[in-house]
Nanobody, 123 residues
């Protein structure tokens, strides 16, 4: 059973930094792409950043130059370094990963989500 567990969220002042971590566990054969999404109240879910197994990255325009996504394949972990935080970054951040894992007697590739971690940026 694959689980994604986020950590690192919290309350920070505008201009500050946070580093989010997401660790995957379970009968994992391979983690393909990994990413971070966020949802603020009254807004649609937004892709914040993504990283492929080859290290290619994509960022939302709103976070380019401020956020950096990285991964440690040995630890099955993805990170999101968030600098120069703004109040509009306040949201629940969700880890997402496309994972090939053993399930029901088969290796199945599926999409997995963490429970989310709250990031609050004060003025």
């Amino acid at each position: 059973q694959v689980q994604l567990v986020e950590s690192g969220g919290g309350l920070v002042q505008a201009g500050g930094s946070l580093r989010l971590s997401c660790a995957a566990s379970g009968s994992i054969l391979r983690i393909n792409s990994m990413g971070w999404y966020r949802r603020a109240p009254g807004k649609q879910r937004e892709l914040v950043a993504a990283i492929t197994s080859g290290g290619s990255t994509n960022y939302a325009d709103s976070v380019k130059g401020r956020f950096t996504i990285s991964r440690d394949n040995a630890k099955n972990t993805v990170y999101l370094q968030m600098n120069s935080l703004k109040p509009e970054d306040t949201a629940v951040y969700y880890c997402n990963a496309d994972i090939t894992a053993f399930r029901g007697g088969w290796y199945v590739t599926d999409d997995y989500w963490g429970q989310g971690t709250q990031v609050t940026v004060s003025s």
